[in-house]
């Protein structure tokens, strides 16, 4: 029996421990948005998120996933900038590549929210229709969208030292 967390809930997989872990996910789990794109390793649109890594749930047996943190694109929340960047961008045509760019981007924007062009354009995963601009585009707009979120902290404090230093000021020049 071969353990680990899916998409926050606990699963124990009764297969061959060498079992790709794209399989267990898509016949035993039912999680179908990690797809099976190519057979020579090279697509990535099989990439899920294991223990917060980007990997290609094709190359990866269960064995080696035992005890891990394991997440598809049904596992990022709701509210995750990468969904709407993806729709305010009009990303997806067949749609086929986008759950495992969205795990990739997810595990990069992670680390990374300022991710240049370059190193947006070094992630393996491929688009053979062709949206891999727009996906790019839509990947700095999560990015900008992050850093949106973690700014208003640091207005506020700006503002709030400013309020006090004028303040100060004031009382200042007032003797
Ligand atoms: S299915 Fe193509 S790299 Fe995994
Ligand atoms: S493979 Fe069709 S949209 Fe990327």
Redesign the pocket.
């Known amino acids: 029996m071969t353990r680990f967390t899916l998409n926050g809930r606990p699963l124990a997989f009764d297969l061959d421990p060498q079992t790709p872990l794209l399989f267990a996910l898509r016949d035993a789990a039912n999680i179908t948005s990690a797809k099976y794109?190519c057979d020579d390793q090279s697509c990535h649109?099989c990439t899920v998120l294991v223990d917060g890594q980007a990997v290609r749930s094709c190359t990866l047996t269960i064995a080696r996933a035992e005890g891990a943190v394991v997440q598809t694109v049904e596992g990022l929340a709701p509210d995750d900038p990468l969904f709407s960047a993806w729709e305010d961008e009009q990303?997806?045509?067949?749609?086929?590549?986008?759950p495992g760019?969205m795990c990739a981007l997810s595990a990069l924007l992670a680390v990374n929210s300022a991710p240049t062009e370059e190193e947006l354009a070094a992630i393996p995963n491929?688009?053979?229709?062709?949206?891999g601009p727009r996906?790019r585009k839509a990947a700095q707009l999560a990015a900008r969208r992050i850093r949106q979120a973690s700014a208003p902290q640091a207005v506020q404090t700006a503002d709030s030292n400013l309020t006090e230093g004028f303040s100060l000021g004031s009382g200042g020049d007032g003797n």
């Open positions: 794109g649109a990303v997806s045509l067949c749609g086929f590549c986008d760019f491929r688009c053979p229709c062709g949206a996906i």
